[in-house]
């Protein structure tokens, strides 16, 4: 082959992150289109908005704003891994992927609990429908990204990582902000624009 | 050129041709898997119309009875949608782009491997719905409260979302990759106006696919929560809304209509201009008009909703009337191309033309619906399914067949016998009009669409005898293109690199292509660098060096 034929443009963003960004803005129209659904929902509902009727009113404390903190300090931890590993340093980066896996571990288990003290289910009308299928999509998303950490853990443990390569790392932290910012907006459209 | 003895070895190790295709990750083999696999599903939705189309050919119920037909109308469309329509243009796509940008691949290689794969899964769930019980009824667009669980009890409804969320995945993945690897993988000097003008309708197509696919996976996960667990989205007892399906449905549905029909038009305005010995007319004005209709096509897909009552009718009215601007002036670009041009009536061009024309009696009637009073009356009759054929039909399938005699011969280095294509054009334009025209004036005497049976004293009977006679030639039509590809691929006329004299660069390797596409590439200084390698006059053999190359992997 000459050189004509393989020589790509090098500069600007890496393919693989221009991949993410890609697929992040098709998630951003999914949860568009899960909210629409919320909203809609909260603008023709005749009554009170809020959990079927004999159910408590839902409640930051105690778990979902401690979850809110744990979700929020796993972006940061995101990036102090992102920045460990652009310095070359692979121990930072297993310490605090494993720390970011931990938090996220943490924040599945803690909506798991807030579920079984809720006192409505699924089929229990259209606010309980809205809010298991946002939270549930949005757990389903933390999973994922739990899952990509996972592997990314293990990557790193095999030393696959450097200052120059680590385009996987930078892709999966977009991702895991990405999930972040749209557990914010959930988190404020559930629990205070009531 | 001496480190070309690098990549033939590469493919010359020994591997049964099956496991071959069935693990490739080459963007012209998944291409041709594509496309296969599109055409597949194309035979048997079609089969499908066979059986709604002879059912409607006499009143009465001879053939099928309701229940059989709803399923028959409602696969049928959805699988011309979702398993026909859109894949064969990923499917084109995925050959002819990265050639034309003059990459040697996609960007994301096994991903694309991933989005074929899944399409065949996806269309095996919904199909799946006839081996238990029989498979969805609701139509294709899976209006609530048709899709509910006390409409449709069945299996084959929760087949039909899975499969569709499957597919949908798949479409998304694809996008991604489609979207990077025209960013990212262009050839030195190829600039984003030099692109060829399939690239850009690809380009557009795609990012509307990225951004509607979603929103449509979102309301079948609603309706999936509403049918299994007791959710109640749709359901208006407890404080759902039916009619927010259709909004979703169509915030999704109308972006596909362009999904559909941008790729074909990029056929198309590659093909006229090279069987026209002209440039395209007014390329910058085309790739506006692209992006035009990609950005307007948010704004419409009320005008599906006119009658509910939910929607702001003046809006959409306007919008709608207001993407028929860009359209018209790609409809200028192509005549303006064709006007004292030194035309060339191959297949394709044949084709070519014969979407043009149809598409603009599909491109008339939608501006007629797109009208809210016109819309009230000729809602949900055979006039939308009329206009959805010809837009979909004689404007989309056209370009798919015009793309299939175009670049067959890159393809497989083959080309297709241009009388078995005279007889495969003619016989299709005649029998599609006659199955799609008479439609019209069906639907503005009232006769409603997805009925099984109409009263004999209602005076729709020869229109729709006829329309099954039409819809019996466009299947015999089949016959002499099948037949023809499979002559061809045995037994075919051999071409070289470049049988048409094209533009664009895919016609500047060998037919077909090496697994790496290109030993050299000529260099890119408009749009249309092949022809200007062929018109050089200083001489400087570029030309000379590219018939080495191609001696070299015949």
Known sequence: MSADATARRQGGFPIPLVGMLLFISSEVMFFGGLFATY??????????????????????????????????????TMHQAVRAIRRGSNSGLRLWLTVTVTLGVLFLAGQLYDYTTLGFGVSDGVYATEFFTLTGFHGAHVFGGVVGLTILVARAAQGQFSARNHVAVEAVSFYWHFVDVVWIALFTTLYFLR | MATTTLAPG???????????????????????????????????????????????AVPGLQFVDESTF????????????????????????????????????????RINALSFWMLPLGGALMMSGYLVGGAAAGGWTGYNPLTQEQFAPGDGTDLWIMGLAVIGTASILGSVNFVTTIFKMRAPGMTLFRMPVFVWTVLVTQALILLATPVITAALIALFIDRNYGGSFFDPSVGGDPVLWQHLFWFFGHPEVY????????????????????????????????????????????????????????????MTALIAVPTGVKMFNWLATLWRGSLM????????????????????????????????????????????????FGGATMGVFAASYYWFPKMSGRKLNEVLGWAHFWVLFVGFNLAFFPMHGLGIQGMPRRIADYAADAGWTEMNLIATVGAFLIAASMLPFVLNVVTTLLNGEQVGE??????TLEWATTSPPPPYNFDRLPPVRSERPVFDLRHRTDGAGHAAGDATASEAHP
């Open chain 2, 70 to 109: 709803n399923q028959a109308f409602t696969m049928h469309g959805t699988i011309m949608i979702f398993l026909f329509i859109v894949p064969i243009f990923s499917g084109f796509g995925n050959y002819i782009v990265p050639l034309m940008i003059g990459a040697p691949d996609m960007a994301f290689p």
């Open chain 1, 39 to 76: 909203f809609s929902a909260r603008a023709s509902f005749a009554g009170e908005w809020g959990p079927p009727p004999g159910a408590p009113e839902l409640e930051i404390l105690p778990v979902p704003l401690p979850i809110t903190i744990i979700l929020l300090v796993s972006s940061l």
């Open chain 2, 498 to 503: 470049d049988p048409w004299e094209g533009n």
């Open chain 2, 259 to 318: 999904i559909v029909i941008l790729p074909s038009m990029g056929v198309v305005s590659e093909i006229l201009p090279v069987f026209s010995r002209k440039p395209l007319f007014g390329y910058r004005a085309f790739v506006w008009a692209t992006i035009a209709i990609g950005l307007l096509s948010w704004s419409v897909w009320a005008h599906h909703m006119f009658t509910t009552g939910a929607v702001f009718l003046p809006f959409f009215t306007f």
């Open chain 2, 10 to 56: 590469s493919t010359t190790y020994s591997r049964s041709w099956v496991i071959d295709w069935l693990t490739t990750v080459d963007h012209k083999k998944i291409g041709v898997l594509y496309i296969v696999n599109s055409f597949v599903f194309f035979f048997l939705a079609g089969l499908l119309a066979l059986v709604i189309r002879t059912e409607l």
């Open chain 2, 345 to 392: 009536f191959t297949t394709a061009m044949l084709f070519a033309l014969g979407f043009v024309s149809m598409f603009l009696i599909g491109g008339i009637s939608g501006v007629m619906l797109a009208s809210a009073p016109v819309d009230f009356h000729l809602q949900d009759t055979y006039f939308v399914v009329g206009h959805i054929h010809y837009v979909v």
